[in-house]
C-alpha cells in the first residue's frame, strides 16, 4: 500500500528513483498539480481564441459546418436512417461527442511534443500537458452541446430526463480520450511518426463511431463487437436519450468497462516513456 | 518517484545516493527500426539464440556512482568541463530525468531554476504569464496573487504588465522572468546557469538576490561555468569529471585542484627539446619555456592577481654573441599587448647554456588566453620567430570586484594606486 505525503505540496520531501510510478501516484501527483492544469487550460483557451476574428464562434462554427455537410448527404441525398430522428438531430447528438473526443486526442497527442521546452526545462506531473490539452476541449464541448441543444429544439424534437445521460457519457468519453491521448502524447515523443498517424486514426475511428449512420444498419451479431469501440456505446446513448428505441445499456456499459481500460493503459505506457521524454523531446 | 515522509536528520537537506545515468549514444531509432528490433529479439527468444548477446556498445555512463549530502543552510557550487555531467546531475535532482540507478532524497521544499521564463506565451499579458509560470515553477495560486505586487515592482515593467510580452523588449522580458524566478519560496533551490544572462545591471540584480537567498538560510545547489561567482557564492564545491565526483570540499581547495588540471588543457605552459629536435641552428637553440605562477610550476593555474614569470632556456655555441630574445605578448583577440626583453644593457654572452626570466607582477593583465611569441635577434638580425610558442589562460579573481560578475572590459586589469578625500568645501 503506497502512503503518500502528509503535506499537500509535491515539492515537498522528494523522494527520486528510477522506479516507475504506479497509476494511483500517476492521479495522486495530478491532483497536487491541479492549479497548473487549469492555468495551462485556461493558456491553451486563452491562446486558441485570443487572435481569431470571430473568436469563440469557431466552436459552433465546426460543428455547424459539419452538421450542414453530413445532412445534406448522408441525410437528404443518400438518405441513410435514422431511427425516426430528424437526420440533423441524430447527426449533432453524436457529433458534439464524437468532436470533444476526437479533438481532446489529437490536441493531447501533440501537446508535449509542442511544449517541449516545459518539458526539459522544468518538472511538474507531465501528465498535466495531454490532460490540460483534454480539458479545454472539454471547454469547447460545453459550447458545442448548447449549440447542440438549440439545433434539437429547432427541429421540435422534446427535451426529456433521459438527456441527463449526457453527464456519465462525457465522463466515459473524457477517460476515453485521456486513454488514447496520453498513449498517443508519450509515443508521439520519441516516434514523430504519431503526428502523421493521428489523422488517419481519427478518421477510421469517426466511421467506427455511429455518428452518422445508425448501429441498426448493422447485423443484429455485430453490434456487440462495435462496442468495443466506447465511442459507439456513448453516441448510442445519446441517440436513446432523444427517443430512438434501442436498449443502450449495454453498449454504454461496454464503453464504460473498455474506457476505463484504455484510461489504464493509457497511464502505464505515458509513465513507461516519461522517463525519456526529456532527453528525446 | 514517490512522496516519502520518513523523518530525517534534521540538518541533512539532500541525499544523493549512488546514482547512475545511462545514455545512449545510438542515433534515434524510427519507429520501423525499433519493429525490427523487437521482431529479431522475439526471434531470437524463441530460438533460444543469442540470448547472452547484449547490445551495449553504444552505451555511456553520463553519471557514475555519486553520492554526497548536503546540509540545510549550505551553498554549494558545481563545476566541472563541458560533458562532466553536472548538467545530468541538475536534471536528475530537478526530476527532469529519472536517475538510471541510485535514489535521491531532499528533506523541505524543493525549488529547481534550469532556465527562466520557462512556459512564457508571447501571446500572453505580463501577468497571466506570472500566474502561469510561477504555476509551473509549483507555486500555489495563492502564493502568486500575494507576492504579485512584489514581482511587478522587481521587475520595473509595471507600466507593460497587462501587454502581450510579445510586445516586450528582450531586455524587459528576462526582468519579468527572473522576477518570478526570484521569488519562489523554497527550502532547498537548485540553479543553473541563468545568470549568465542579460546585461551586466541585471547580472548584478540576479546575484544581489542569490547572495540575499543564499544568507536566508536555504540550501542552494548552483551549477556554474562561472568560477568567480562560485568562488565568491559558494563555501563548498563538487567538481565533477567524466561523470564522477573527482572533488568535494571548501571552494578554494577544489577549484585549485580542478584549474591545475583544466588550466593545462587550455595553455601550453611548458615547452622542452632535446638536441635534435630543437628550432634553431648549430650555433643556438632551444632548450625549454615554461610559463608558471611564481612559487609553481608549469601546469599550475595562473590567475589576474598573482604573479607569474616566463622562461627561455637555450644554448649559445658562439662566444661573445650578441643576443637578444624578446616576448611578444597577445590575448585572444590577437591584440600586442606588449614586447618585452631584458632592460640590461645587453652583456654578451659566452658560449654555454643560459636561463633568462621574465618576471610579471600580478595585478597587470586582464583575464582570458596570453599568448607568447619569441623573437631571437643576433647580432642585431632577427634570427628566428617562434608565433604563439606557449600560452596560458588567465583567470578572473574575486578581488575588487564587490560581488559583480560580469565581464571586466579591457586588455589590462591594473590596481593602480587610488585615494578618496573628503574635501573640506561649504
Redesign the interface.
Known amino acids: 500500500m503506497i502512503q503518500f505525503a502528509q503535506q499537500h505540496h509535491s515539492r515537498l520531501n522528494v523522494f527520486i528513483s528510477a522506479q516507475r510510478k504506479s497509476i494511483a501516484e500517476t492521479l495522486y501527483e495530478i491532483y497536487l498539480w491541479r492549479e497548473l492544469v487549469q492555468f495551462l487550460v485556461w493558456r491553451d483557451l486563452k491562446v486558441r481564441y485570443s487572435q481569431t476574428y470571430v473568436g469563440l464562434a469557431w466552436i459552433v462554427i465546426q460543428p455547424l459546418v459539419s452538421l450542414i455537410l453530413f445532412s445534406g448527404i448522408f441525410g437528404k441525398f443518400m438518405k441513410i436512417p435514422s431511427d425516426g430522428l430528424p437526420y440533423p438531430v441524430f447527426v449533432v447528438s453524436g457529433l458534439v461527442l464524437w468532436n470533444f473526443f476526437a479533438n481532446g486526442m489529437t490536441n493531447a497527442a501533440s501537446s508535449l511534443v509542442n511544449n517541449a521546452n516545459l518539458v526539459t526545462k522544468s518538472y511538474f506531473a507531465r501528465l498535466a500537458i495531454p490532460i490540460a490539452a483534454i480539458l479545454s476541449s472539454l471547454v469547447d464541448f460545453l459550447i458545442a452541446l448548447v449549440f447542440a441543444v438549440i439545433v434539437v429544439r429547432y427541429f421540435q424534437t422534446p427535451l426529456s430526463p433521459k438527456m441527463l445521460i449526457v453527464i456519465p457519457l462525457v465522463g466515459v468519453t473524457f477517460l476515453a480520450a485521456c486513454g488514447a491521448g496520453f498513449l498517443l502524447a508519450a509515443v508521439n515523443v520519441i516516434y514523430r511518426d504519431v503526428k502523421h498517424i493521428v489523422p488517419f486514426l481519427a478518421q477510421a475511428w469517426f466511421f467506427a463511431s455511429p455518428v452518422i449512420y445508425s448501429t441498426n444498419l448493422l447485423p443484429p451479431g455485430y453490434r456487440m463487437v462495435m462496442a468495443l469501440n466506447p465511442m459507439a456505446g456513448v453516441i448510442e446513448g445519446m441517440h436513446w436519450s432523444l427517443g430512438t428505441t434501442n436498449d443502450p445499456w449495454p453498449m454504454i456499459g461496454i464503453a464504460a468497462l473498455v474506457s476505463v481500460a484504455l484510461f489504464a493503459i493509457g497511464i502505464l505506457v505515458f509513465n513507461r516513456l516519461e522517463g525519456r521524454f526529456a532527453d528525446v523531446v | 518517484?514517490?512522496?516519502?515522509?520518513t523523518t530525517?536528520e534534521p540538518e541533512v537537506a539532500v541525499t544523493v545516493n549512488d546514482v547512475w545515468k545511462r545514455?545512449s549514444r545510438q542515433k534515434?531509432m524510427?519507429?520501423s527500426e525499433?519493429i525490427t528490433e523487437y521482431g529479431r529479439a522475439i526471434g531470437k527468444r524463441i530460438t533460444g539464440k543469442g540470448r547472452s548477446e547484449q547490445r551495449d556498445d553504444g552505451v555511456f555512463w553520463a553519471l557514475k556512482d555519486v553520492s554526497f549530502t548536503i546540509n540545510r543552510g549550505e551553498i554549494v557550487g558545481v563545476v566541472g568541463n563541458n560533458g562532466a555531467g553536472k548538467s545530468t546531475l541538475l536534471?536528475?535532482?530537478?526530476?527532469?530525468?529519472?536517475?538510471?540507478?541510485?535514489?535521491?532524497?531532499?528533506?523541505?521544499?524543493?525549488?529547481?531554476l534550469?532556465?527562466v521564463g520557462?512556459?512564457f506565451?508571447p501571446?500572453?499579458s505580463g501577468r497571466?504569464n506570472i500566474?502561469?509560470n510561477g504555476?509551473?515553477?509549483?507555486m500555489?495560486?495563492r502564493e502568486i496573487v500575494g507576492r504579485m505586487d512584489e514581482i511587478i515592482d522587481f521587475s520595473g515593467v509595471e507600466a507593460f504588465i497587462d501587454m502581450p510580452v510579445k510586445h516586450y523588449s528582450s531586455g524587459m522580458y528576462m526582468r519579468l522572468a527572473f522576477a518570478v524566478a526570484a521569488h519562489l519560496e523554497?527550502e532547498i533551490l537548485l540553479v543553473d546557469e541563468v545568470l549568465a544572462v542579460g546585461d551586466a545591471n541585471f547580472q548584478r540584480k540576479c546575484l544581489d538576490r542569490m547572495s540575499n537567498v543564499a544568507k536566508s538560510g536555504r540550501t542552494i545547489l548552483m551549477v556554474s561555468h562561472n568560477l568567480t561567482a562560485v568562488q565568491s557564492l559558494c563555501q563548498r564545491t563538487l567538481w565533477f569529471e567524466g561523470g564522477q565526483l573527482r572533488g568535494d570540499g571548501r571552494t578554494a581547495d577544489v577549484l585549485n585542484e580542478y584549474l591545475k588540471l583544466s588550466s593545462g588543457i587550455d595553455g601550453i605552459p611548458l615547452k622542452t627539446w632535446d638536441r635534435s629536435n630543437a628550432p634553431g641552428d648549430d650555433k643556438f637553440w632551444l632548450e625549454r619555456v615554461a610559463i608558471y605562477p611564481a612559487g609553481g610550476q608549469p601546469g599550475d593555474p595562473l590567475d589576474i592577481g598573482s604573479p607569474f614569470q616566463v622562461e627561455v632556456d637555450y644554448a649559445n655555441e658562439i662566444e661573445d654573441a650578441d643576443i637578444n630574445v624578446t616576448w611578444t605578448v597577445h590575448n585572444a583577440e590577437g591584440i600586442l599587448l606588449c614586447d618585452i626583453g631584458t632592460w640590461d644593457s645587453r652583456p654578451t654572452r659566452a658560449r654555454g647554456h643560459y636561463r633568462e626570466t621574465c618576471f610579471f607582477p600580478a595585478d597587470l593583465l586582464n583575464e582570458g588566453p596570453v599568448y607568447f611569441s619569441l623573437q631571437v635577434i643576433r647580432e642585431h638580425e632577427l634570427a628566428y620567430e617562434m608565433p604563439r610558442l606557449i600560452s596560458c589562460e588567465l583567470l578572473d579573481s574575486v578581488n575588487g570586484r564587490h560581488g559583480w560578475f560580469g565581464h571586466w572590459p579591457g586588455v589590462f586589469r591594473p590596481r593602480f594606486p587610488w585615494t578618496i578625500a573628503k574635501l573640506d568645501k561649504p
Do not use: C, N, W
Not at chain 2, 535532482?93 to 532524497?105: E, K, N, Y
Open positions: 518517484m514517490s512522496y516519502d515522509h530525517f545514455y534515434r524510427t519507429l525499433t536534471k536528475i535532482l530537478s526530476r527532469i530525468t529519472p536517475p538510471s540507478q541510485g535514489t535521491v532524497r531532499f528533506s523541505g521544499r524543493v525549488g529547481s534550469l532556465e520557462a512556459g506565451h501571446d500572453l497571466e500566474f502561469l504555476a509551473i515553477l509549483g500555489s495560486k523554497s
